[in-house]
């Protein structure tokens, strides 16, 4: 249907505007009956908005950018930022709240590290991965530098130590106390300098918090080994090596420990293979909990149909199967047996359990273009890392004679 006024002609069923009773903003003046609805948005459309302001308000302090935020960019930060070759798209798109906050130090923070034997391509590379070192002041910066210094063995390590763990240089000023107790605390162990700054590097938050949390921590960790049995002069090794392969491990609770324990001496474990699952895997017995360790082991036993003592020997020989979930585990068992390795031979060789289906299969094909049946041969050869298993695949040495009654036939495994 056409109407006609004033010359205008349009449809009803399409329109390409709308008049002030068309907008339901706007309607209740041409329309008492949709007052109510006009009212009803207004409502909602301003709730939003002081529900915003509130969220954004009550974050805590760490979880909101320091310094005066401006709704345009400081031009003086992107010009610095441009000079210095950093990836200013880049970092617009990760981290564009940097570039609006006032002050910034990006000249004095890249002198810093350019006194420190960076090059201009490692500034550049730090300041667009990271681009809030430039909110930090240069005396906390100095500060920082003498800190790391106190523990590197020279400028050159603390500038491969900025490149790759950036956030862990350029911290909060008001942690610097506790780093300063926690680096003495350590250096009580008998750590040695190369140690504490990994741990520094890789954890920062370990270093962070009060000295006290990690004593605690600490001592917790010494007694647990005391009470497995562990040789005390070997304690310090012990500990060093647990730090070194998994640094977070000040950060667990130690009644996570003790549950932990306590757990698998319930499940049967004796004191002795309690110590050997402590001492391996990064420290898994902090990472895991007694609830998804129960749902592991039951269905691990269920699968491979074995005894309790079974059990008990085939996570010896692979702790790692306590880390996995059924999902997973159910995935890497269904693989292996569809490639026709049998159940009988995952139990004497659990730890093919720690490679994923797709290695598992890739690695299945190579040794059968050597001739290498898994089916009917050890399972040894799949294991390892890439570097691994790449030294077994060359050092195997199969039958490729020639058959003394064809000396012109190809070498077997030749293609």
């Known amino acids: 249907m056409k109407g006609r006024g004033?010359?205008?002609?349009?449809t009803t069923k399409k329109r390409s505007f709308h008049n002030k009773t068309s907008h339901p903003l706007t309607a209740a003046e041409g329309d008492?009956?949709?007052?109510?609805?006009?009212?009803?948005?207004?409502l909602i459309t301003a709730s939003l908005c002081l529900q915003c302001h509130r969220v954004t308000t009550s974050l805590p302090s760490n979880f909101r950018p320091c310094g005066t935020l401006s709704s345009a960019e400081n031009q003086q930060t992107v010009e610095a930022l441009y000079d210095l070759s950093v990836d200013i798209q880049k970092v617009r798109k990760l981290k564009g709240w940097v570039l609006h906050q006032n002050p910034a130090y990006t000249k004095e923070v890249a002198d810093l590290l350019k006194d420190?034997?960076?090059?201009?391509n490692i500034i550049s590379h730090i300041l667009t991965v990271h681009p809030e070192a430039v909110l930090c002041n240069p005396d906390q910066v100095l500060a920082q530098k003498e800190l790391w210094m106190s523990v590197c063995p020279n400028q050159k390590v603390l500038v491969g130590i900025i490149e790759k763990f950036p956030s862990s240089f350029f911290t909060s000023s008001s942690?610097?106390?506790?780093?300063?107790?926690n680096i003495t605390y350590l250096q009580s162990l008998n750590l040695n300098k190369r140690m504490i700054t990994k741990l520094m590097a890789s954890a920062p938050q370990s270093f962070s918090r009060p000295v006290e949390q990690n004593k605690d921590m600490v001592c917790t960790l010494q007694q647990t080994y005391r009470d497995l049995g562990g040789d005390k002069a070997n304690m310090k090794i012990w500990l060093q090596k647990l730090l070194s392969q998994n640094p977070f491990v000040l950060l667990k609770p130690p009644e996570v420990l003790r549950q932990n324990i306590l757990?698998?001496?319930d499940r049967g474990f004796?004191?002795?293979?309690?110590?050997?699952?402590?001492s391996k895997l990064k420290g898994f017995v902090i990472e895991l909990n007694p609830d998804s360790m129960r749902r592991t082991l039951n269905?691990?036993?269920?699968?491979?149909g074995c005894s309790e003592a079974e059990l008990r020997g085939i996570i010896i020989s692979c702790p790692a199967l306590l880390y996995y979930p059924e999902d997973i585990?159910?995935?890497r068992f269904q693989g292996l047996l569809s490639a026709g390795i049998s159940m009988h031979q995952i139990t004497q060789t659990p730890t093919v359990l720690e490679l994923t289906t797709q290695i598992v299969h890739y690695r299945i094909q190579r040794l059968k273009s050597r001739g290498y049946d898994v089916r009917t041969a050890s399972l040894d050869v799949l294991n390892g890392t890439k570097k691994d298993f790449e030294m077994s695949y060359g050092k195997l040495q199969l039958r490729r004679e020639r058959p003394l009654f064809n000396p012109v036939a190809p070498l077997r495994g030749d293609n």
């Open 6 to 10: 004033n010359g205008a002609i349009y």
């Open 263 to 265: 757990f698998l001496q």
């Open 175 to 181: 942690h610097h106390d506790n780093q300063r107790q």
């Open 299 to 304: 269905y691990s036993q269920d699968t491979l």
């Open 116 to 120: 420190l034997g960076a090059s201009g």
């Open 32 to 42: 008492p009956h949709k007052s109510s609805l006009s009212s009803m948005l207004r």
């Open 270 to 278: 004796s004191t002795a293979e309690l110590l050997h699952l402590l």
């Open 329 to 331: 585990l159910a995935e």
